[in-house]
């Protein structure tokens, strides 16, 4: 194992990313996950199962976003209140819409999760969880960082960091992209 390297990374700096190289490594035919060529086609597979498994880390994931975004609401609402701001109809809109859209993304994410729980076929809801929770992230961290204004912009706020992690939330297990893919192909036949 060679080149080790922690990551400098924008966001989601509460844990270290490390890369490696692995060079001349021999993985024993017992320990290679679905044998050495999984077979795509079948639900049953390694392959089919990891596939399975991503539906419900993306609820994680989901969620993980959703409290970033609650967080970003936080911030956001407590710094109106004390700093006078409040009294704009403007941020009070803002403060509003923020609310809704964190209150969808939440309810998105609890079905998703219900339907895991349950055992009940969920790549659908869990891919629409996951996008709508990760934009719901990006957009509350933003609108926080807009209500915040300059002390957020110094680095000097929570509402910064949560605007830097938000992005990460969109990428992990899957971007946004890939998950309007499968949703389409799961809604309206979109070809593979």
């Avoid at 998703?112 to 992230?137: C, G, H, L, Y």
Wanted: hydrophobic share 45%; charged share 25%; aromatic share 6%.
């Amino acid at each position: 194992m060679t080149g080790i390297k922690i990551e400098k990374k924008m966001g989601l700096r509460a844990y270290e990313s490390v890369s490696f190289i692995l060079e001349d490594c021999e993985v024993p035919h017992d320990n290679i996950l679905g044998g050495e060529r999984p077979e795509r086609t079948s639900k049953s597979s390694a392959y089919g199962a990891t596939m399975g498994t991503l539906n419900t880390t993306r609820v994680g994931v989901a969620a993980s976003a959703v409290g970033l975004a609650r967080s970003a609401y936080d911030e956001a609402l407590n710094f109106a209140t004390q700093s006078g701001a409040f009294r704009s109809i403007r941020v009070r809109d803002r403060l509003e819409a923020m609310y809704r859209q964190l209150r969808a993304a939440w309810l998105m994410t609890l079905r998703a999760a219900w339907k895991a729980d349950n055992r009940i076929p969920n790549i659908v809801d869990a891919s629409m969880a996951k996008v709508f929770a990760a934009e719901t992230a990006q957009d509350l961290a933003s609108a926080g960082m807009e209500i915040v204004g300059l002390e957020a912009g110094a680095g000097h706020h929570l509402v910064e960091k949560l605007f830097r992690d938000a992005k990460a939330l969109n990428i992990v297990e899957g971007t946004g992209q890939i998950q309007r893919i499968i949703m389409a192909r799961n809604l309206v036949g979109l070809p593979r």
